[in-house]
């Protein structure tokens, strides 16, 4: 398990899209993990989750990202990839990826290491 290295971020105008990726020197997938997660912290607001892929390749979404948003999962390069399309100012925030333990359902808890996250900084 290592502490996984976000990137792909950047200055991106509304209506815009951007690649988020997520990788480490080893496997950033907790052997206790169920599923690898994005999540989102814009400033002065709680860390919150975006979206989530199981083990099994089973993807769920927030309500507000369905349609927009893409996770997938390469599991030969051990990386993590967020799609993003059709940017909105309020998503400019830090991206962070993590290995969860839980549930989508009842709930994730972080199970690996935080990385640094990457800066999303949609304009109008």
């Known amino acids: 398990q290592v502490q996984p290295v976000e990137s792909g971020g950047g200055l991106v105008q509304a209506g815009g899209s951007l690649r988020l990726s997520c990788s480490g020197s080893?496997?950033?997938?907790?052997?206790?993990?169920?599923?690898m997660a994005w999540y989102c912290q814009a400033e002065g607001n709680p860390r919150e989750l975006i979206a989530a892929?199981?083990?099994?390749?089973?993807?769920n979404y927030v309500d507000s990202v369905k349609g927009r948003f893409t996770i997938s999962r390469d599991n030969t390069k051990n990386t993590l990839h967020l799609q993003m399309d059709d940017l909105k100012p309020d998503e400019t925030a830090f991206y962070y990826c993590?290995?969860?333990?839980?549930?989508?359902?009842?709930?994730?808890?972080?199970?690996?290491?935080w990385g640094k996250g990457t800066l999303v900084n949609v304009t109008s």
């Open positions: 993590v290995s969860v333990g839980g549930t989508w359902d009842l709930g994730y808890y972080s199970v690996g290491y």
């Open positions: 080893g496997s950033i997938f907790s052997s206790n993990a169920n599923a």
């Open positions: 892929i199981s083990r099994n390749g089973t993807t």
